[in-house]
């Protein structure tokens, strides 16, 4: 009987050429079995399996004979092996790589079958290669991808079978790129250096490693453009600003700058954007930027030529009586001086000055003067006294004016006093708060009013719960019902001719219409306690002497509207100054935090939008030493911390020994000298005698 074998190697069948990777191959083999059954009585007495007596293996280099029984096993042969295993493990000669061995087994059972010879062949698997491995670009930048390419090559012809990529960044192997070819210029950073370790597979087995040459990621050269010089027409005192579009992979700007006038090179202001150089009127000047990153230089742009021009004539520092917008002007004719910038090449020769009662208005003065000094005394019988005023000047060598520079006074003394009139009529209002209480008769607040022809009185009372009474006396007395108030309430009084109306919160509460007959010579207004105990907190007073306003019918009252336009939450407002600078209108405020652990701080808003300015530091510093310049104008003085210097001002000439008597001096206001009080009576005047001053009041 001949037995049918099923023989593997590796575990392979033996079908095809078994391709083997290892140097200790495993044959293994089956067959069916043959159960020996004695019968006795016709019942099984006894059963055997009959096993495998020997196997024979050979195994050899050459195909010659391969499968018959005169194969030569040059490579192994195992001769008659009596055992029942059935596996077999090659310890023969050594094999090599990329060679292909043929073997062949029997085998014979105990019953003295045998198998025919079964052949087989394997081939000992030759390692992939990689060949050519290298990263591409080999000098990066910032701006590209990364991609590693190479040869796979295998002896046996089999395909490339999950080849092994790694990518490492400054050493440090990155397992998330593992298999990837291409790496996305979003993961570079400058400097980092990149390899890739590849393990060529052919499916069967890795082959050796193979690594890269690293390459380093450099920054993409930066670029400059749109260069320009700014300002676009520099006068000879301007400042230079080299503009331009700066670009680079890194995002640092270290670029380098070189300025020419009349195109030489101006060395001293090498690497400066911001540039003053000497220059003239018609002097020509560019700038050349080059690009640099802090590693890398992009190319050189200039920018286009700029022709120096003219500056202008500026007037600055206004001083009016030596101060700059002063708001207690004593004197009706103040001595305005100024300081003037004169452009290169050109001489001032004119002068325009105008003054108004609002920023760069001519309704009190206008006048072009022929004249190189920098000093004006305002005229006699312009200004009057308690009124805001602007004065406007300009300068230039010819009667062409360019920017006027503007300054803000103020008059001391009484508006009301100097121009209330009964036949025109007056208007007062003011926002007030009283505190609840019962009413009474003997405790007012009053505000007296007189204007030259006519005296009224009104008063203030508390006048109970949520409310407030108003009366009002010129020569009888009426009182206002009790009027339900506000926090804060807004009285209006206005006054022309014998007739008075008063109003709380724009709705007319008295009318006093022909009740105005209480004579007066004077003119003056009072405000303040009255009678009895009472305290009133007043957060507005003004008025007018243009006419008596009535709210809801005189269109006065229609022209301004107020809305909140900025909150300083957590802050006290100390001061507010206005400030007009080249056709704007500034505010200047200065706050204190209610916390005391905060500095002070100054904000300067125009269109509703704030700027900070730091408050100034106080400095406790004993003074060693005080100097003044020639001229008189300045005052240095030596401290500890270093020296500060003064500017000081022009006092208007005074006679000052002039004397006030009868025959020996004229109208003192006609030699430069104002009458300056606080109280309404005039308490000084021109007599007989001279000048009287009384001291009685």
């Known amino acids: 009987m001949i037995l049918t074998l099923t023989v593997k190697v590796n575990n392979q069948s033996v079908d095809d050429i078994v391709r083997i990777i290892d140097a200790n191959p495993t044959v293994t083999w089956s067959f069916d079995h043959i159960d020996v059954v004695t019968v006795d009585d016709g019942s099984i007495a006894s059963s055997t399996v009959v096993e495998q007596s020997f196997y024979e293996i050979r195994i050899g280099t050459s195909a010659v004979n391969h499968g018959e029984w005169n194969f030569v096993g040059d490579a192994e042969l195992t001769g008659v092996v009596t055992s029942t295993d059935k596996f077999w493990v090659y310890d023969g000669t050594f094999l090599a790589r990329g060679t292909s061995y043929y073997g062949q087994i029997r085998v014979?059972?105990?019953?003295?079958?045998?198998?025919?010879?079964?052949?087989?062949?394997?081939?000992?698997?030759?390692?992939?290669?990689?060949?050519?491995?290298?990263?591409?670009?080999?000098?990066?930048?910032?701006?590209?991808?990364?991609?590693?390419?190479?040869?796979?090559?295998?002896?046996?012809?089999?395909?490339?079978?999950?080849?092994?990529?790694?990518?490492?960044?400054?050493?440090v192997h990155q397992r998330e790129f593992d298999g990837r070819t291409t790496i996305d210029s979003s993961i570079l950073a400058y400097d980092d250096q990149w390899f890739v370790d590849l393990i060529p597979s052919d499916g069967y087995e890795y082959g050796s490693r193979t690594t890269t040459t690293a390459v380093t990621v450099a920054s993409t050269a930066p670029t400059a453009s749109d260069v320009l010089v700014f300002p676009a027409n520099p006068n000879e005192n301007d400042i230079l600003k080299a503009e331009y579009a700066f670009s680079g992979s890194l995002n640092v700007d270290e670029s380098r700058f070189q300025w020419f006038v009349n195109d030489v090179h101006q060395t001293a202001f090498d690497n400066l954007q911001f540039a003053r150089p000497d220059v003239s009127p018609g002097d020509v000047v560019k700038v050349r930027v080059q690009a640099h990153d802090g590693v890398t230089l992009g190319a050189a742009i200039e920018s286009d030529n700029v022709t120096i021009a003219y500056s202008e004539f500026v007037v600055h520092d206004i001083r009016i009586d030596g101060d700059n917008n002063p708001l207690a002007v004593n004197s009706l004719r103040p001595t305005v001086t100024w300081d003037l910038h004169v452009p290169?090449?050109?001489?001032?020769?004119?002068?325009?000055?105008?003054?108004?009662?609002?920023?760069?208005?001519?309704?009190?003065?206008?006048?072009?003067?022929?004249?190189?000094?920098?000093?004006?005394?305002?005229?006699?019988?312009l200004l009057i006294k308690g009124r805001d005023y602007y004065i406007s000047i300009a300068a230039s060598d010819t009667q062409t004016f360019g920017r006027y520079s503007i300054s803000h006074f103020r008059i001391s003394g009484s508006h009301w006093q100097e121009t209330v009139s009964n036949t025109t009529g007056w208007t007062i209002e003011t926002s007030f708060h009283v505190d609840d209480a019962t009413y009474s008769e003997d405790n007012f607040h009053v505000i007296r009013v007189q204007d030259g022809t006519r005296f009224g009185e009104i008063r203030i009372h508390q006048g109970g719960?949520?409310?407030?009474?108003?009366?009002?006396?010129?020569?009888?007395?009426?009182?206002?019902?009790?009027?339900?108030?506000?926090?804060?309430?807004?009285?209006?009084?206005?006054?022309?001719?014998?007739?008075?109306?008063?109003?709380?919160?724009?709705?007319?509460?008295?009318?006093?219409?022909?009740?105005?007959?209480?004579?007066?010579?004077?003119?003056?207004?009072?405000?303040?306690?009255?009678?009895?105990?009472?305290?009133?907190?007043?957060?507005?007073?003004?008025?007018?002497?243009?006419?008596?306003?009535?709210?809801?019918?005189?269109?006065?009252?229609?022209?301004?509207?107020?809305?909140?336009?900025?909150?300083?939450?957590?802050?006290?407002?100390?001061?507010?100054?206005?400030?007009?600078?080249?056709?704007?209108?500034?505010?200047?405020?200065?706050?204190?935090?209610?916390?005391?652990?905060?500095?002070?701080?100054?904000?300067?808003?125009?269109?509703l939008e704030r700027g900070e300015y730091s408050a100034s530091t106080v400095t406790f510093s004993p003074v060693n030493r005080i100097r003044s310049s020639p001229d008189g104008r300045w005052s240095s003085f030596a401290h500890a911390r270093g020296a500060s210097a003064y500017l000081g001002h022009l006092i208007s000439n005074y006679d000052h020994e002039l004397d006030f008597t009868d025959g020996e001096s004229t109208d003192p206001i006609s030699n430069g000298w104002d009458l300056i009080q606080n109280i309404g009576d005039d308490s000084a005047f021109f007599g007989s005698t001279g000048l009287e001053i009384d001291t009685t009041g």
Request: charged letters at 20%; a negative charge.
């Open 108 to 171: 014979q059972d105990t019953k003295g079958n045998v198998s025919g010879w079964v052949k087989f062949t394997m081939r000992f698997n030759v390692l992939p290669t990689i060949s050519g491995a290298a990263i591409s670009p080999s000098s990066p930048t910032l701006d590209d991808d990364l991609t590693v390419s190479y040869t796979f090559g295998d002896p046996d012809g089999d395909a490339e079978s999950g080849t092994a990529i790694r990518w490492f960044n400054n050493g």
């Open 344 to 381: 290169e090449g050109k001489e001032q020769a004119y002068v325009s000055i105008k003054i108004g009662t609002f920023a760069g208005a001519d309704d009190i003065y206008s006048a072009t003067l022929t004249q190189d000094e920098m000093l004006f005394s305002i005229p006699t019988s």
């Open 465 to 607: 719960a949520n409310g407030v009474r108003i009366a009002f006396m010129s020569e009888v007395l009426e009182t206002s019902i009790i009027t339900t108030s506000r926090d804060w309430n807004r009285l209006t009084i206005s006054g022309k001719g014998d007739d008075c109306k008063i109003y709380l919160n724009g709705s007319i509460i008295i009318d006093a219409t022909g009740d105005l007959t209480q004579a007066s010579t004077s003119s003056k207004l009072e405000l303040g306690l009255g009678s009895g105990a009472l305290e009133v907190h007043y957060r507005t007073f003004y008025y007018s002497t243009a006419g008596d306003f009535h709210p809801g019918t005189s269109s006065e009252f229609n022209t301004y509207q107020f809305s909140n336009a900025v909150r300083f939450d957590g802050n006290e407002v100390a001061d507010v100054v206005g400030r007009f600078n080249d056709g704007e209108d500034y505010k200047i405020i200065a706050l204190n935090p209610h916390d005391e652990d905060e500095g002070g701080s100054i904000h300067e808003i125009t269109t």
